[in-house]
């Protein structure tokens, strides 16, 4: 895709929320920094964000808003529903932690999981987390 078929500000609100989403609750200032944008204009941006419910405010901190959750919840709902009876047998017949993961060009997606109970130790993905096709088991 072309720069030019883009809308800017869109790309800037969406940045926004990628940096949250990776680097947690941060200041204004602190996210532009991190975001590479001019302060006004995140502040701007955080307004508009806020007011959709897309970002909350704590103090001085924004995170990650309540609608992000509910649209999360509506990523491919009837293959996540149909997948949890099976990902919690084979997690209860493997005792490891069984993962169901989208593939999204060239990383996946955990979209659910099942959490292993045999050891100690144990993998735990948070949901909506990404990584790269060759890293993991999920991607081979």
């Known amino acids: 895709m072309r720069r030019s078929d883009i809308s800017k500000t869109t790309d800037q609100a969406l940045c926004l929320l990628l940096t949250l989403g990776g680097q947690g609750p941060m200041s204004t200032t602190d996210l532009s920094r991190a975001a590479g944008m001019n302060r006004t204009v995140v502040h701007r941006l955080l307004k508009t964000l806020h ?74 993905n948070t949901l909506g987390s990404r990584h790269a096709l060759h890293i993991g088991a999920s991607g081979r």
């Open 51 to 124: 007011g959709r419910g897309f970002v909350r405010r704590d103090g001085d901190a924004f995170g990650l808003g309540p609608v992000i959750v509910a649209l999360a919840d509506r990523v491919e709902p009837g293959l996540r529903r149909n997948a949890v009876p099976v990902l919690k047998r084979m997690a209860a017949q493997t005792g490891e932690t069984v993962t169901l993961a989208l593939l999204d060009g060239m990383e996946v997606v955990v979209a659910e999981q099942a959490l292993g109970e045999r050891h100690f130790v144990r993998i735990q």
